[in-house]
C-alpha cells in the first residue's frame, strides 16, 4: 500500500481494485501418489480401478484449486460469499464447487446457499479430502455420495452471536437434482431432499471435546419402464429379485431414502488428540442391476433400451481411531468401514439360481491402517494399507476373497 500513489489516476485505480478485491482468498492442493495393487486390473475404490494390466501406478489422485470472495458488513458479520473450486489432474479437469451464499443480517441466524456444492448428509462426505487422514471417503460414502456434490439450493440455521445459546447447533435443509456431478445434467424432474442436524464441537469436560449429527437423504429416481425388481421372499426363508412389471410403474418414483447419524469424540493432549469417529446409515437405494451406485444418466442397454430399476435395502457404517504420537507431527491411523449394499442376502445366496443377484449384492468389509507425518501446515506425508474383504459367493470370480488390498503413498502440497 505504501508503494501506490493515490495521487494519480493510475494510483486511484489500483487503490480502488484493491479494496474490491481484498477479500479474495486463493487456496488448493495438489495429491502425488504411488500405489500397489495385489492383482493387476483390479477394482478398487482406492483412487479408482487399476487398469488391466497394472498393479501399481503413479497419479495425481486430485489437484484442486479454490478461489473464495466473501464480504462483511461494519459489525464483523458475514454478508455474502463465493466460491469456485475446480480440480485438475491427468485424467481431465472438472468443476467440484461453483456456488453463492448469501447471510441474512437481521437476525444474523439463517443464510441460503445455491449452486454446486457438499451435500448435507452425514461426517465423511462433508470433511474435506485435504485435512482427512485417510487417503480416501469409505466405500459407502463413495457409492451412496459420488463426488459429494450436487447442484441444489440449501438452507442453514446456524446463530452466528458468539452469546447465542444455540451458537453449538447447526441445521441444513437442501433440495438437490439427485444424481449428482456423476452425469452431466439432471435427468428427470424430481427433486431429492437432504438434511442435517449437527452439534459442533464443544467442550463436555476438561480436554474432551463432543461432536455429532443426525442426517436424511430423501429422494428417488424416476422409472422410465415398466420392469422393476425388488427383494421378495421365496418361501423357503431366502430371498430373491422378482420383476414387476406393472405398467402403473411407469413414471413413478423409485426411492433412495437414507437415515444415519455419526458422533466424534476428541480427548486433547499437549502433543496432539486422541480421537474416535463413528457414522451409521442404512435405508433404500434404487440402482441397476450391475452397480449400487446412483446412475449419473437414465440406464440404457446397448441397444438404447431403458433398463429396469433395482431397489435394496443396505447399511454401511465407518469407525476411525486417530493418535498423535508423541507430537502433532506424527499420526497414527486406524479404520474400518463396511457396506452391504443388499441386506436381505448374504454369502452364497448371492448367485445361486434364479435369485437375479450380481457383484452389486456383496457386502464389502475394509480394514486399514497407515501413517501421516506433518512436515509443516504445507506439506504432510501419508502411508496407508487397505485390507478389503468381500464375502465369499456363489458367482464367478466371487467365490473367496478376491485379491485387492491396496498401498497408498502420498505426497499433499497445500497452500
Not at 484442486?64 to 481431465?92: C, H, L, S, W
Not at 457386502?363 to 509443516?376: L, Q, W
Amino acid at each position: 500500500m505504501d508503494m501506490i500513489d493515490t495521487t494519480t489516476s493510475l494510483g486511484k485505480g489500483m487503490f480502488s481494485m484493491y479494496k474490491k478485491f481484498d477479500a479474495v482468498r486463493l487456496s488448493g492442493y495438489m495429491q502425488p501418489q504411488f500405489q500397489y495393487i495385489q492383482t493387476r486390473g483390479a477394482e478398487s475404490f482406492a483412487g479408482g480401478d487399476f487398469k488391466e494390466h497394472v498393479d501399481n501406478r503413479f497419479m495425481l489422485r486430485r489437484g484442486r484449486i479454490k478461489v473464495d470472495y466473501e464480504r462483511f458488513n461494519k459489525e464483523g458479520y458475514p454478508v455474502m460469499q463465493f466460491a469456485f473450486q475446480f480440480d485438475g489432474t491427468e485424467r481431465g479437469v472438472n468443476i467440484r464447487d461453483f456456488f453463492g451464499r448469501f447471510f441474512e443480517n437481521k437476525l444474523n441466524y439463517f443464510s441460503m446457499t445455491i449452486g454446486v456444492f457438499a451435500r448435507p448428509i452425514g461426517w465423511e462426505v462433508n470433511y474435506s479430502s485435504s485435512v482427512r487422514e485417510t487417503p480416501e471417503r469409505g466405500r459407502m460414502s463413495q457409492i451412496l455420495m459420488k463426488t459429494e456434490r450436487d447442484l441444489g439450493v440449501m438452507f442453514s440455521f446456524e446463530p452466528r452471536q458468539a452469546d447465542h445459546p444455540l451458537r453449538n447447533f447447526k441445521v441444513d435443509l437442501g433440495f438437490f437434482n439427485g444424481q449428482g456431478l456423476s452425469g452431466s445434467g439432471d435427468y428427470d424432474s424430481h427433486k431429492d431432499i437432504g438434511t442435517r442436524i449437527a452439534l459442533k464441537p464443544k467442550l463436555i469436560a476438561n480436554d474432551v471435546q463432543l461432536s455429532a449429527g443426525a442426517s436424511m437423504w430423501y429422494g428417488g429416481i424416476e422409472q422410465f419402464t415398466n420392469r422393476v425388481y425388488k427383494m421378495q421372499a421365496t418361501g423357503d426363508g431366502h430371498y430373491a429379485f422378482k420383476e414387476n412389471s406393472d405398467s402403473s410403474n411407469i413414471g413413478e418414483i423409485a426411492p433412495r431414502h437414507y437415515f444415519g447419524a455419526d458422533a466424534q469424540l476428541r480427548f486433547l493432549h499437549p502433543y496432539g488428540k486422541t480421537e474416535f469417529r463413528a457414522e451409521y446409515l442404512a435405508g433404500t437405494q434404487t440402482a441397476t442391476a450391475k452397480e449400487s451406485e446412483t446412475p449419473g444418466i437414465i440406464p440404457i442397454d446397448i441397444d438404447g433400451n431403458y433398463q429396469p430399476l433395482y431397489i435394496r435395502r443396505f447399511d454401511g457404517a465407518y469407525f476411525y481411531f486417530l493418535q498423535n504420537l508423541g507430537s502433532k507431527k506424527h499420526q497414527f491411523v486406524l479404520k474400518y468401514d463396511w457396506y452391504d449394499p443388499n441386506k436381505r442376502v448374504k454369502g452364497t445366496e448371492i448367485g445361486a439360481p434364479n435369485t437375479n443377484t450380481t457383484p452389486a449384492d456383496i457386502r464389502y468389509d475394509t480394514f486399514g491402517f497407515g501413517y501421516v507425518y506433518y512436515f509443516d501446515e504445507h506439506l504432510k506425508a501419508t502411508f496407508y494399507y487397505d485390507m478389503v474383504k468381500n464375502e465369499d459367493t456363489a458367482l464367478p470370480g466371487y467365490t473367496e476373497d478376491l485379491k485387492d488390498n491396496v498401498f497408498t503413498c502420498r505426497l499433499q502440497f497445500q497452500f
